[in-house]
């Protein structure tokens, strides 16, 4: 890690702010990156015209006991990084070959946009338990990094 991944992993961790997540401590930031500049940052939240989570006062997933890294498509929320990928698409910004800062593990969903989408390393600091996500890193020669805030 270098003082680059840190500056980076500290937008992420700004960007989470935003998010409108109502279950405790799933706010998620990312931030996509390439040559050193800023491509698009994303954080988890509703789709454009849908209430949040905050705006109904709960968490559908806390609501039907659904347990984390279990069925993600039950959620009202989009994760931090597909809203940064299609942020990307939809500004037609190209993200090949960039690298992808976020507060939390990619899940599998998110790990098979991450491949398609031509990001080559990925910089996470909290894990996640969906073990499959690193198989599929693995697999692709995504590289994956956990970031220790005391090695930067």
């Not at 980076?8 to 040559?35: N, P, T």
């Not at 940052?41 to 039907?64: F, M, Q, S, V, W």
């Not at 009202?76 to 507060?103: P, R």
């Not at 990925?122 to 599929?136: E, H, K, N, T």
């Amino acid at each position: 890690m270098n003082k680059w991944d840190a500056r980076f992993m500290e937008m992420a961790q700004l960007v989470s702010g935003w998010s409108s997540c109502y279950r405790a401590g799933r706010a998620i930031g990312c931030v996509i990156v390439k040559d050193k500049r800023i491509m698009t940052t994303g954080y988890n939240g509703a789709p454009a015209g849908i209430r949040t989570c905050r705006d109904r006062k709960e968490c559908l997933r806390d609501k039907l006991g659904i347990p984390s890294g279990t069925r993600a498509e039950v959620c009202y929320a989009t994760h931090a990084e597909q809203n940064a990928i299609i942020q990307a698409a939809k500004l037609g910004v190209s993200i090949d070959g960039a690298t992808l800062y976020c507060t939390h593990q990619p899940c599998s969903v998110c790990a098979k946009m991450i491949i398609n989408a031509g990001i080559r390393r990925v910089i996470y600091r909290d894990g996640y338990p969906d073990d499959f996500s690193l198989a599929l890193f693995e697999e692709a020669g995504v590289t994956l990094e956990r970031y220790l805030p005391e090695e930067a």
